[in-house]
T-cell receptor, first 112, second 114 residues
């Protein structure tokens, strides 16, 4: 079935470092792709999304591009801050279904 | 604050018991989703309701059931509880039932089964 695989963490970076969290997907048809973020003690929040190939989602300095040729949706940020410390989830919504499939999550810690 | 409310925040119970988790979606949202988050299984989609009707089903056990009421709030019922059911249970809501709609998550209910 449709699924996403994201890089295992944890990831520890210094402030202002460049961030990449890899996410690849397996799907039939044309799924929608998402990145959600979960701050400590909170529920998930949508960070960005892309609904078709070559779309770029962006928010709060984070970006991800829907790459059909490589079935990827990698999350990037040019300069991370301590406040970006959280767990990041890549997710997919199949084109023929209404559910959401989440990756295992990647814990990011940014040190000052 | 996402606008989605869940009660209770914490629940501690014993094996074999039954509990009910409640979720109120954001105003105007017709769709409610339930998820289970545990350390070993990650975040698992359980079930979706749209305007009172079941719309999609994920990895929901037969011991678990859910419903959405006419006022659109939803309840997740967990019965014959086992130690392995200890987890965070999230509710999310979205405006419509389509898969590419943003889901807004509640703060979760932490269930501990002793």
């Amino acid at each position: 079935g449709d699924s996403v695989t994201q890089m295992e963490g944890p990831v520890t970076l210094s402030e202002e470092a460049f961030l990449t969290i890899n996410c690849t997907y397996t799907a039939t048809g044309y799924p929608s792709l998402f990145w959600y973020v979960q701050y400590p003690g909170e529920g998930l929040q949508l960070l960005l999304k892309a609904t078709k190939a070559d779309d770029k989602g962006s928010n709060k300095g984070f970006e991800a591009t829907y790459r059909k040729e490589t079935t990827s949706f990698h999350l990037e940020k040019g300069s991370v801050q301590v406040s970006d410390s959280a767990v990041y989830f890549c997710a997919l919504s199949p084109s023929n279904n209404n559910d959401m499939r989440f990756g295992a999550g990647t814990r990011l810690t940014v040190k000052p | 604050d996402s606008g989605v409310t869940q009660t209770p925040k914490h629940l501690i119970t014993a094996t074999g018991q039954r509990v009910t988790l409640r979720c109120s979606p954001r105003s105007g949202d017709l769709s409610v989703y339930w998820y289970q988050q545990s350390l070993d299984q990650g975040l698992q989609f359980l079930i979706q309701y749209y305007n009172g009707e079941e719309r999609a089903k994920g990895n929901i056990l037969e011991r678990f059931s859910a419903q959405q009421f006419p006022d659109l709030h939803s309840e997740l019922n967990l019965s014959s509880l086992e130690l392995g059911d200890s987890a965070l249970y999230f509710c999310a809501s979205s405006r419509s039932g389509g898969g590419n709609n943003e889901q807004f998550f509640g703060p979760g209910t932490r269930l501990t089964v002793l």
